[in-house]
């Protein structure tokens, strides 16, 4: 009885796992480009994660996928891994638009805006276009006195019994 448990036990693992039918598909059609949406790109340090898009142009069929490289700015370069984080140079665009993403480190100093280049090296599944790279400009946050004082901040004041309290805000 204990064989023909686990034989059942085995069997039903090999039918659950043999039901996947999640293969992503790379296109076929010909005619499809991608290229990045714009040549330039801005946002400010203080913004988080940031998505800068990349089109598809053309039918598909599947999925392409695109690898980018990343360059420092001819103006005041970025520093990867310093004044910003790539989340990941492989994209893959299932539909017309797809991102890539990366975080600005905010500094809490007052610089000049920093630049850096996403490029499109590879595309499997299309042909690289024309706008092939942008330059992404991190504005600096920290010149306005408003964005300055964005943030999560400790506020400690006086209650109605003279105790000091305190208490995180944002």
Not at 124 to 141: F, L, M, P, R, Y
């Amino acid at each position: 009885m204990k064989y023909f448990k686990l034989f059942l036990l085995v069997a039903a693992v090999a039918f659950f796992g043999s039901c996947s039918d999640d293969k992503e598909t790379q296109n076929t059609n010909k005619d499809v480009v991608v290229e990045m949406e714009s040549p330039t790109f801005s946002a400010k340090e203080g913004a988080g994660a940031v998505k800068v898009p990349i089109k598809v142009t053309g039918k598909t069929n599947g999925n392409v996928y695109v690898t980018l490289a990343v360059k420092e700015g001819r103006v005041n370069p970025a520093k990867e891994d310093v004044h910003y984080y790539v989340t990941d140079k492989t994209i893959t665009i299932s539909d017309e638009v797809g991102y890539v993403e990366y975080r600005a480190v905010d500094d809490k100093e007052i610089n000049d805006d920093r630049t850096f280049e996403f490029e499109i090296v590879e595309a499997k599944g299309a042909t690289i276009g024309a706008q092939k790279s942008c330059i992404v400009t991190i504005e600096d946050n920290d010149k306005n006195p408003y964005d300055r004082l964005q943030g999560k901040w400790q506020l400690t004041g006086k209650d109605q019994d003279g105790k000091t309290v305190s208490w995180n805000v944002t």
